[in-house]
Structure formats: structure tokens, C-alpha cells
């Protein structure tokens, strides 16, 4: 009988298929039992309305039947099965679903005739029925339509061909007979033969089918007549449902196990370190839908990096529609997985379209939520386990406050952690704000490189001594976070480096603007000596047992300024300096005295107490030649 060949460009991809070195081959027993289950499903709706099909939900199921005798492996249905039109329609063709999106979405240039496919593209999209060519040298498919008289046989050994003819077949369903592949070197084909291998690929790829996957399973038992003392066994096959047809998450909470849902993530997501915690969510309203969320312990290798890609399984009623739907996580909860499936969205929904879906983006509003108010409740009830996974993605958090405009900041300021002048512990905003002294205006902060650096600032003394509390700002992105949330619960945020604390009462501010006239002469000094490097030269009100400080005008900060040249370094960003003297410090009178009787030298002095102040503030020193030479020159 002649062979009737493929389409051309079904061919080619077929030949690709077969050749491809594909490390997943493991997928085809998915793509194939996919399909019995889609057959099953069409003709089980039809027996819903039609009393004439004769069989009820609890007959339908999909039946696997190993012979590795002769390297056959079976997946049979009792489905709607097909005619002899729909078999040449449905496998002389790749250009179905899956398949077509397949072929739509490789770029010409990827597919070269004899070549492997590039590893994600295959397990990206379904690839359908051809897939099982990646294990098969030879496909049978059987099969039946429901309401037809005749059967008919499909067979192909690949590329170059097919042929249908007429057969026998009993009962309604198709039966797609592969013949495994002897071994080669590149793949041990005989384990899709063996038992253990396919319950675990069913359990892994196909465990939440909705009908059952049944298959032969040999047990051991003891024969029963077999006496206590010497106990004989013997071997017995029976038959048995391999997937558990309902997901973990269509489960009630109260039937779920820590060990249940841990075990769930594990598998799922390849990490073996049990999440910090795992969100169970039962959501029913305008749309209903059930989540099963996990915040990780550790964040992964990549997380960081560019190749990490956020986002839930999505799932419609157990039948999965998107591997990693992004649009369901934000980008500041980018380290949650998990799944989510709703019934209420349609299965044949494309990426597009979903990005638009009302019904979505409700779902990823009330996610969003429910991690919110997790995390919350990790603060609040083991603030040691918080601060663990502060450690691993709080920077995410702080980069949400300032990203997108701040359009997240009123979500995500409580769930900040700093450290801070109070103790060893970190502290939320909303503890900073309670321990404040009652005639405390601002929330004081400290930027620095790390906390060590931070504590020397000679202008948090002012501060400290009052009792006030200063939030030590230690990462980069801590700054813009202060920026973007202005105030918290109607506290501004204010920084130690700022020249203008506000601390001073209206004597004291009296006191100063004398002794600052009086000073007039010396603070002019040593601004001529400076020049540009310095906006002003004045008395400080910050001051205590240090001599100098450099603090920042109102534009720019330090902290700011250093971000933004490595960041832009073209950009030229420089926070105005602002020279603050100790008119209490014994050096302040030296330098005095020393500018009516030695000039000359009153300068290199004014000049070292600069750079000082520059290294105290943590900024490196501008002009490191000058400053080297005025230190020998002192010694
Ligand atoms: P897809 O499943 O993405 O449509 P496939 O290449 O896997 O693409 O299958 C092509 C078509 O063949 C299916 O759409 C279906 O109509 C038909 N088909 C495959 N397997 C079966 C089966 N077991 N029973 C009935 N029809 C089937």
C-alpha cells in the first residue's frame, strides 16, 4: 500500500524531532496522554447531555500498557476517537495548536534541516503527537470514533510517511502503540519500558488529569496459606491509578499537611531548602480561584540575575495554560512561586489576550494581598525568620518603594526592616515611629557603607545624646526609599548629613548667630582657603568631640552622590559640601589663634581638617596628593 507522505514543512519538523538531542524526551508520554485526556473530556461532555452515549464520568480513563518484551508502550483512551477524515487531518499535519504556535514562534534561522531544536523551544510549547517520534521508531495509532461502524489504523515510522487503513477495533477510543527505540548512546531508550519510570513520569508531568491514568503494577504478597515460620511469596499484577487526578491546591487546607505542601514545592520547583512559608489561598467572590503560594528561604543562584523569571503556574480547573504567568506576581514579590488556578478563566487564552483579563489582574491584586499580609504576620510573630528572609530579598522590597514612581510604597513601607541606633535588632518604621521622644519632629537616618562607618559620624552624636534614634542606612537604595516615602505616619524623614537638623531651641539658636559673628573672621578664612570645594564654612550645632564634619546641602546627598557617579558617572552628580567647625573643640581655638600669627600655616591646618571631614563622611578624599603632602609636611 503507497505511502502517503506529510506536508512539507510537517516533515521537516518531524525530521528535526526525530534527530534532535533532546534531553527531555522524557515529555512525549505528557503530550500523548495530554491528548487521550482531551479526547476523554469531549466525549464525557457529550455524555452529560446525551443519553444515548451510555457511560458516566466514572467510566472514562486513559489505560497505559507496558510489553517490554516487545518494546511497546500503549496509551489508550476511551474518548471520542477519530474518523478516517480526522486522522489524516489530525497526524498528516503539524499545524494544530501546540504545533503551530511551535512552528510560529522558532525564527527561521534556528531550524536547520538535521540539526537539534534548541532545548527550551521544545519544552516551551507542546509539541504534541510528533513527540513521540523522539522515542519511537515506529507509531501505531488505533482508534474508533464514537458513533462510527469502522476503525482505522494510522502507522508511520517517521518522515517519510503514513499510511491509514482499515482495521478492527471493538470498542470507541484510540490506542497509540509506540515502539521504543533500541538504546543508543545518547539515550537509554529502554527506560520508558519500565514500570517505576513511568508511574514517575505520570506522577511528575500528568498527576493532575482529572479522569485516571491506569496501568498494571506487579506487587509481591504473601501467599496466604504460606506458613508464619517460613513465610513464601508470590508475584501479583493489579491494576492501578497512577496520578491523583485532584492537585494539592483543590484540596481543603485542613487536609494539608506542612509535609504535604513543603513536599508540593519541592518537586515542583527543584528547591530543597522547605519555603519560609506556604500560602494556601481559597478565594471565592466576583472570581474565584485557588493559589498555593511559597516565599522561599534562599534565594536562587540567579535570582539576581537577569535569567531569573518571576511568575505562577496558572492553571484553569487542574489543566495547566501557562508555565510562568508573569502578570500574576508584582515585580517587588518577584521571588514568590507557586500556582494558581481559577476556573473561571478560559483554557484557550493567549499570553496576550491574558495581560488584558480582568478576571487576571483581580486574581493578581488579591495575590499581591495575601503575600502582603503573610509577610506581615512573619514579621510580627518570628521576626527571627524574618529577618533571615529580609537577608535574602529585602533589597527586592526597597527597590519596589522608589520603582514605578512609588506607586507601591504604601504596600511595602511597613514591611521594611532597618537597623538602628536602638539596639542590635532591626526595626520596622512603625517601632522607630512609637519609640520617638515626644518632642521628636523627624525620623532620623545615617547613611554609610556599614554600620561601623556610620556609628563614627561625628553629627550623629548631637542626635544620640538627645536620645534620638537613627535609622542606619547601609544599602544603596535606602536613601531613595527615605526619598520616595517622604514621611512616615506624618514624621519626615531627615538626614544626620544634612547641614540643618533643626535641633535647636531659639537660645540656642541666638547663642550660635553670635558666636558665629564673632567667628566671622576665621569661618571666612577658611573658606578663602578652600574655594570651591566648600559652599560654606560655619559653626556647627552638631558637634560634639569632633573638631569638623562635612554635612550636605539640600539638593543632593552623599550617599546620592555616590550612587549616581558609579551609576552615571558622566553626570557630574556633587552634593554641595558644607565645612561645619566645633567652636567647643580646643583645635577650633588653635586654628585661631594660629591665623593672626602664622597664616601660612593656619591654611594647611584648614586644609587637613577638610580632607578629615571628607573621610569621616565616608567620601574619598579629592585631591589625595595634597593631602598626603600636608600630612608629611606636619610631621
Ligand atoms: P494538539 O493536541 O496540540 O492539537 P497534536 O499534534 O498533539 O496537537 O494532536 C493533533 C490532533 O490529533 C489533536 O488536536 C486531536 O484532534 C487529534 N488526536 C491526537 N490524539 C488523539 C486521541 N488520543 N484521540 C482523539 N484525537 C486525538
Known amino acids: 500500500m503507497a505511502k502517503k507522505k506529510f506536508k512539507a514543512e510537517s516533515k521537516r519538523l518531524l525530521d528535526l524531532m526525530i534527530n534532535s538531542i533532546y534531553t527531555h524526551r522524557e515529555i512525549f508520554l505528557r503530550e500523548i496522554i495530554s491528548n487521550a485526556s482531551d479526547a476523554v473530556d469531549k466525549l464525557c461532555y457529550r455524555a452529560l447531555t446525551d443519553q444515548s452515549v451510555g457511560m458516566g464520568r466514572s467510566d472514562f480513563a486513559v489505560t497505559i500498557t507496558r510489553d517490554p518484551e516487545n518494546r511497546l508502550l500503549t496509551v489508550s483512551d476511551n474518548g471520542v476517537g477519530m474518523t478516517e477524515a480526522e486522522l489524516e487531518e489530525n497526524l498528516g499535519v503539524i499545524a494544530k495548536s501546540g504545533s503551530l504556535d511551535f512552528k510560529k514562534n ?168 522547605p519555603p519560609v512559608r506556604a500560602i494556601h489561598v481559597d478565594a471565592e467572590g466576583a472570581v474565584s480561584y485557588r493559589a498555593l503560594l511559597y516565599i522561599p528561604a534562599k534565594a536562587s543562584y540567579d535570582y539576581y540575575t537577569k535569567e531569573y523569571k518571576k511568575g505562577l503556574q496558572l492553571y484553569s480547573s487542574g489543566v495547566l495554560i501557562m508555565e510562568r504567568c508573569e502578570d500574576l506576581v508584582p515585580e517587588h514579590f518577584r521571588f514568590v512561586r507557586g500556582v494558581a488556578d481559577s476556573p473561571d478563566l478560559s483554557l484557550n487564552i493567549s499570553r496576550e489576550m491574558l495581560q488584558h483579563d480582568r478576571q487576571l489582574r483581580v486574581i493578581a491584586s488579591n495575590i499581591e494581598r495575601k503575600i502582603r499580609n503573610e509577610l506581615l504576620k512573619l514579621q510580627k510573630d518570628d521576626r527571627e525568620g524574618y529577618e533571615k528572609f529580609f537577608a535574602q530579598f529585602g533589597a527586592q522590597l526597597k527597590y519596589g518603594v522608589p520603582g514605578d514612581y512609588g506607586a507601591n510604597k504604601d504596600t511595602l513601607k511597613d514591611l521594611l526592616i532597618f537597623s538602628s541606633s536602638d539596639s542590635d535588632k532591626m526595626t520596622t518604621l512603625a517601632e522607630y515611629r512609637a519609640r520617638m521622644k515626644e518632642d521628636q519632629k523627624d525620623i532620623y537616618y545615617a547613611t554609610g557603607d556599614s554600620v561601623a562607618l556610620i556609628k563614627a559620624l561625628p553629627q550623629a552624636e548631637r542626635l544620640l545624646e538627645k536620645g534620638y534614634e537613627i535609622l542606619y542606612f547601609t544599602h544603596e537604595v535606602d536613601e531613595f526609599v527615605a526619598n520616595t516615602l517622604r514621611e512616615y505616619d506624618e514624621k519626615p524623614f531627615k538626614s544626620v548629613n544634612r547641614d540643618e537638623l533643626g535641633l ?103 586644609k587637613i581638617l577638610y580632607h578629615q571631614a571628607e573621610l569621616m563622611a565616608g567620601l574619598a578624599v579629592e585631591e589625595p596628593g595634597e593631602y598626603s603632602e600636608l600630612i608629611f609636611s606636619l610631621m
Open 106 to 273: 522558532i525564527p527561521e534561522s534556528d531550524v536547520k534541516e538535521g540539526e537539534a531544536l534548541p532545548v527550551d523551544i521544545i519544552g516551551q510549547f507542546g509539541v504534541g503527537f510528533y513527540s513521540a517520534f523522539m522515542v519511537s521508531d515506529k507509531v501505531t495509532v488505533v482508534t474508533k470514533a464514537y458513533g462510527a461502524q469502522k476503525a482505522y489504523k494510522w502507522e508511520s515510522e517517521g518522515a517519510d510517511g503514513y499510511t491509514v487503513t482499515e482495521c478492527e477495533k471493538e470498542t470507541v477510543g484510540t490506542d497509540v502503540v509506540m515502539h521504543i527505540k533500541p538504546d543508543a548512546e545518547e539515550e537509554d531508550y529502554s527506560r520508558f519500558l519500565d514500570e517505576y519510570t513511568i508511574v514517575n513520569l505520570v506522577k511528575k508531568y500528568s498527576d493532575y488529569i482529572r479522569y485516571p491514568i491506569k496501568m498494571d503494577r506487579e506487587r509481591s504478597v504473601r501467599k496466604e496459606e504460606s506458613p508464619d515460620d517460613k513465610p513464601e511469596y508470590e508475584k501479583i499484577t493489579e491494576i492501578e491509578t497512577l496520578n491523583s487526578m485532584v492537585p494539592i491546591w483543590q484540596r481543603s487546607k485542613s487536609e494539608l499537611t506542612e509535609e504535604d505542601l513543603n513536599g508540593f514545592y519541592r518537586d515542583k520547583f527543584d528547591d530543597f531548602e
Open 504 to 606: 535647636d531651641s531659639e537660645e540656642e539658636k541666638e547663642a550660635a548667630k553670635k558666636q558665629e559673628e564673632e567667628s566671622r573672621p576665621l569661618l571666612d578664612f577658611v573658606k578663602e582657603t578652600l574655594g570651591e570645594r566648600v559652599r560654606e564654612v560655619k559653626i556647627s550645632r552638631k558637634l560634639r568631640s569632633r573638631p569638623v564634619c562635612l554635612s550636605a546641602g539640600e539638593a543632593l546627598s552623599f550617599e546620592m552622590e555616590k550612587y549616581l557617579s558609579a551609576v552615571q558617572p558622566d553626570m557630574g552628580a556633587k552634593a554641595d559640601r558644607i565645612l561645619e567647625l566645633n567652636a567647643e573643640h580646643p583645635v577650633f581655638e588653635k586654628l585661631g589663634k594660629l591665623r593672626e600669627s602664622d597664616p601660612e600655616k593656619a591654611g594647611r591646618y584648614a
